[in-house]
Each structure stands twice: as structure tokens, then as C-alpha cells.
């Protein structure tokens, strides 16, 4: 079956560094996206990889490796509007978009 | 970015009433339009994919005789729950895609639909 995995919740002070994680079996593959929801609401749109390597977007950067079947979403300077989900989903070979559970994530000051 | 726009942004209705919700691609044509279900502190559950001119793809489970899809322009898909029963309360979302199939989604704002 189709599988994304990433962590469900994790906690991270302001200011600082967090590296959130995803890894994914899927039935082929055209793109792996990241998307950010604030809780209430609908998801936005941060990172599309499909090549391997880093996509670096300001404070936000999205890692692929395609053969380690994994991605990560790094966030710098972490700031308080930050605290969200993060989901990750991936487009398998017939371009349908697999979704992970999302991590939620909680900055403290 | 690109511009999705959903209303009502929040519906309260009756058990066995009607709700139309209402996805529209402001800033470029939809060739595809996906409709997706969330329950609290849930993951994202696509319920149907529609193109538009044809019919809508139910994924497994999704009744489409209960959640009518309509996809009649590039710009425009509507939603319909009928006879809404109190387990249909959810968090609604649309999100569109333009010509090419690996284009990114990008998702309405939701609509949040309570049913009494």
C-alpha cells in the first residue's frame, strides 16, 4: 500500500531551528509537496521538490532524497506565527496526491 | 500565488436540508478541482476529483447520490450535500489545479458546515 509517515507533533522554541520529517512508500512518483495549516483553517502551499536535493524558499527549505524515499521541511528563525501543521503528500504515478497526517507543531517563546 | 476562493466560509442548517458550497479559481483556470473532508485534528480526506465538463471521481466510500459535484466551468465547482444528516458537520475544502496534471493544488479557504 501507500504509505507517509511523519512525526505527529513537535515542539521548538522561538528563534531556533526545527527540521521536520517525512518518509513515504508510494506507487511511483512525480513530486513531493509541503504545505503548511494554521489549525481552523485550509492548507497553503510552501515547497514542491521532484528532483533530489534542497529548494531553499527564505526561512523555509524542503530536502529530497528519492532513492532514501524521504524529504524534510527545515524552518530557521522560528517565529510564533509559525506554530501550524505541516503536511506532507506526495503525487504517485497517476499523478493522485498521497497525504501524510500532518505534524503539528508548537513554538514556544 | 494562486487564487481559491470557497462560499460560505460557515454553514448551520437542518438534518435532511441541502447545502451548496461553492469553489472558485479567481486567477486562472481549474482544469481539475478536488474536494476534500477534514475532521478535527484529522488529515486531509480527498472525497471526490472533478474535471471539468465530466463527471466527478468518487474516491471509495463517498456516496455520490449524497455529495453532488458539478465542475460546469474552469473557474467554478460546486458541492452538494444533500439531505445533510449531523455526521456530515465537517470542515469542507476545495482546491484547484490548472492544465498540467503534476501543477500544484491550491486549496479554498474551507467551509465549515454544522448540521442540527
Known amino acids: 500500500g501507500q504509505n507517509i509517515d511523519q512525526p505527529t507533533e513537535m515542539t521548538a522554541t522561538e528563534g531556533a531551528i526545527v527540521q521536520i520529517n517525512c518518509t513515504y512508500q508510494?506507487?511511483?512518483?512525480?513530486?513531493l509537496f509541503w504545505y503548511q495549516q494554521h489549525a481552523g483553517e485550509a492548507p497553503t502551499f510552501l515547497s514542491y521538490?521532484?528532483l533530489d536535493g534542497l529548494e531553499e524558499k527564505g526561512r523555509f527549505s524542503s530536502f529530497l532524497s528519492r532513492s532514501k524515499g524521504y524529504s524534510y521541511l527545515l524552518l530557521k528563525e522560528l517565529q510564533m506565527k509559525d506554530s501550524a501543521s505541516y503536511l506532507c503528500?506526495?503525487?504517485?504515478?497517476?499523478?493522485?496526491?498521497?497525504w501524510g497526517a500532518g505534524t503539528k507543531l508548537i513554538i514556544k517563546p | 500565488g494562486a487564487v481559491v476562493s470557497q462560499h460560505p466560509s460557515r454553514v448551520i442548517c437542518k438534518s435532511g436540508t441541502s447545502v451548496k458550497i461553492e469553489c472558485r479559481s479567481l486567477?486562472?483556470?481549474?482544469?481539475?478541482m478536488f474536494w476534500y473532508r477534514q475532521f478535527p485534528k484529522k488529515s486531509l480526506m480527498l472525497m471526490a476529483t472533478?474535471?471539468?465538463?465530466?463527471?466527478?471521481?468518487?474516491e471509495q466510500g463517498v456516496e455520490k447520490d449524497k455529495f453532488l459535484i458539478n465542475h460546469a466551468s474552469l473557474t467554478l465547482s460546486t458541492l452538494t450535500v444533500t439531505s445533510a444528516h449531523p455526521e456530515d458537520s465537517s470542515f469542507y475544502i476545495c482546491?484547484?489545479?490548472?492544465?498540467?496534471?503534476?501543477?500544484?493544488?491550491?486549496f479554498g479557504p474551507g467551509t465549515r458546515l454544522l448540521v442540527l
Open positions: 486567477d486562472f483556470q481549474a482544469t481539475t
Open positions: 482546491s484547484a489545479r490548472g492544465d498540467a496534471i503534476q501543477e500544484t493544488q491550491y
Open positions: 521538490n521532484v
Open positions: 472533478s474535471n471539468e465538463g465530466s463527471k466527478a471521481t468518487y
Open positions: 503528500a506526495v503525487m504517485d504515478s497517476n499523478y493522485q496526491l498521497i
Open positions: 508510494t506507487s511511483g512518483f512525480n513530486g
